[in-house]
Structure formats: structure tokens, C-alpha cells
């Protein structure tokens, strides 16, 4: 990594959004499991509670949140010389995203305050409505926040496809599939289509191929040596 950094200086920048990316998968697919008693049980906060693991939960959905920033941040400095107003886009809807799951993780750990502090007082039952509210909140930003993967997919895939950044088949697979996420989670919002449906997964699955692949090319082998936007990154002072 030294040597090719030191031939590269960009290297070390792709390594990093790279890992970052894989991060979000390392962090994002275990709280799915971890946060299921909370998130499907509706009177969690009158039984003996799980609370341990849902914060787990919580805290790998809040380094899930921050990896999301880090990939964009890291990206930034080398993006911009393609096209800084939409790399400044992407940094700004990567941080929407970690914004909206913060807003669930924050909804998940006030359920098992409300669990720990309540059932003490023996009063939990009262609490079962607010504590479904707050559930109902969090499935709502993990439609919402997950869904400007859409976004960023079309936002970064341009800038890496008219930047010959990366092979042009990995963001083409984030091109393809972002309207179809995009699509599908507005039609959940106006209620013509269900949270899991067959659209949503589809457009899902291709939000998953494209950002692991991308995840993976920048860990391993980081961007083309021969674009023009990496001798504008370093000529212009990127170290």
C-alpha cells in the first residue's frame, strides 16, 4: 500500500471509501437481526426484553451512519474535479441518509429506555402505544434513509462512469438500478406498494451488487491510474 500510494496518492483515498463501504454492509446487515424483538414484537416494553441486543442493534446502525458520511467525505476530494456540484450532491444526500437513520436509531434506544425506566415504575403497559409510535418511526427512515441509496447511486455512478473512474459495468449497475429503487420507495410513501414488495427488492438487490462491487474495486484496486480526473486530483494538489 505504501509503494502504491506513494505512485498514487489517490490510492489511499479510494482504499478508505472503499473499507468505508464495506463497513456499511459489515454493520447494517447484523442490526436487521439484532433490532427484530423491538422491531416486531408490539408489547416490548411490558416483557423481559432483549435490551443488550437491540442496543447492539442501535450502535451498529449509528456505524452504519457513519460509514455512509465517511464514504462521501473520503470520495469528495477526487469527484470534484469531474463535476463539483454533483459531488457536493452526493456528500449532501449521503449525509441525508445517516441523518434519517440516526432519527431511528434515536427511536429504537428511547424504546428501551422506555422498557428499562417504565416497567420499573410498573406502569409499562400505558406505554405499549408510544413505544409502537417510536417503532413506526424507525421503520419509516429505514424506508426514507435507505432509500437515497437511489439517489446516490445516480449521483455517484455518473460521476465514476463519465470519469472512467472504475470500470464502467459497476456504476452502470447503480444507473440501472437507482430509478428502480427511487420508484419503488415513492410508491410506498403514497401507498400503491408495501414495504418488501418485489420492486423494492429488486431495485434493492442492484443497490446491493453495485455498492459492494464498488466497495470491493476500491479496496483492491482502487481507481484508473489512466483517467483524467485522478491527474487533475494530483496535479492539483491531492495528497
Not at 456504476?171 to 414495504?195: C, E, F, H, R, T
Not at 464498488?214 to 494530483?234: N, Q
Amino acid at each position: 500500500m505504501t509503494a502504491a500510494t506513494a505512485a498514487d496518492p489517490t490510492r489511499r483515498t479510494a482504499f478508505v471509501a472503499g473499507l468505508l463501504y464495506l463497513v456499511t454492509f459489515a454493520s447494517s446487515i447484523p442490526a436487521v437481526f439484532l433490532l427484530d424483538p423491538v422491531l416486531h414484537d408490539p408489547a416490548y416494553v411490558t416483557g423481559a426484553g432483549a435490551d443488550t441486543q437491540v442496543s447492539v442493534g442501535a450502535l451498529l446502525d449509528l456505524v452504519n451512519a457513519l460509514a455512509c458520511i465517511g464514504t462521501a467525505v473520503a470520495l469528495f476530494s477526487v469527484l470534484k474535479w469531474q463535476h463539483e456540484g454533483l459531488a457536493l450532491g452526493f456528500v449532501t444526500s449521503r449525509m441525508f441518509e445517516a441523518a434519517t437513520i440516526v432519527i431511528g436509531v434515536v427511536s429504537i434506544l428511547a424504546v428501551v429506555t422506555l422498557r428499562q425506566t417504565e416497567a420499573a415504575n410498573g406502569d409499562a403497559a400505558s406505554f405499549v402505544p408510544v413505544a409502537r409510535g417510536l417503532v413506526a418511526v424507525r421503520d419509516w427512515t429505514f424506508v426514507i434513509g435507505p432509500g437515497m441509496a437511489g439517489l446516490n447511486a445516480l449521483l455517484l455512478g455518473t460521476l465514476l462512469f463519465t470519469g472512467r473512474l472504475i470500470p464502467r459495468i459497476i456504476p452502470a449497475i447503480g444507473l440501472v438500478g437507482g430509478p428502480i429503487y427511487l420508484s419503488s420507495v415513492a410508491a410506498i410513501i403514497v401507498g400503491i406498494a408495501q414495504p418488501g414488495g418485489i420492486w423494492q427488492g429488486i431495485g434493492g438487490l442492484f443497490m446491493f451488487v453495485w455498492e459492494l462491487l464498488l466497495g470491493l474495486w476500491l479496496v483492491f484496486r482502487g481507481f484508473d491510474r489512466s483517467s483524467p480526473i485522478v491527474d487533475a486530483a494530483i496535479s492539483r494538489g491531492l495528497a
